[in-house]
């Protein structure tokens, strides 16, 4: 059986992706997203993400904050853009270097990395606010 779910990616704001469930199905039929929030809330606490959720026009909508540092520098890292196109995740963000150095320094960067199929690509102005 192939479960597919719609739903939109974003940041909601600096380093909180937003997963707004629009449905979820297997083949044909409509299945209950009460399941689907479940898989999603037990995969971020074995993950260590903290999780809250939200609703849009009745649509439930995940909160995960990610509380970047990176090597045992400690340098933070902002994420600042999320965008999905087919096949490809793209993140980009900056680094505060100034936990390192003891300078006010930024680095801007940004990521790319395979993943799953996207169901649609979000633009800015399609963001709830």
């Not at 199905?25 to 993400?49: C, N, Q, V």
């Not at 340098?75 to 600042?80: D, H, L, N, S, Y």
């Not at 680094?95 to 801007?108: A, I, M, N, V």
């Given at each position: 059986?192939?479960v597919s779910v719609d739903a939109e990616i974003y940041l909601s ?20 997203k009460k399941k689907i929030l479940d898989k999603i809330t037990a ?65 801007d960067g940004g990521a790319s990395q395979d993943g799953g199929s ?12």
């Amino acid at each position: 059986m192939i479960v597919s779910v719609d739903a939109e990616i974003y940041l909601s704001q600096p380093n909180v992706v937003a997963c707004r469930i629009l449905r979820a199905r297997a083949g044909l039929l409509t299945l209950p997203k009460k399941k689907i929030l479940d898989k999603i809330t037990a995969a971020a606490a074995r993950a260590g993400i903290p999780l809250t959720w939200a609703q849009i026009e009745g649509d439930p909508v995940a909160l995960f904050t990610l509380d970047l540092i990176t090597n045992e520098e400690g340098r933070a890292v902002t994420v600042e853009k999320i965008e999905l196109h087919e096949g490809e995740l793209y993140i980009s963000g900056s680094t505060d270097l100034s936990r390192s150095t003891g300078t006010e320094e930024k680095s801007d960067g940004g990521a790319s990395q395979d993943g799953g199929s996207p169901q649609r690509e979000l633009e800015e102005e399609d963001q709830p606010h």
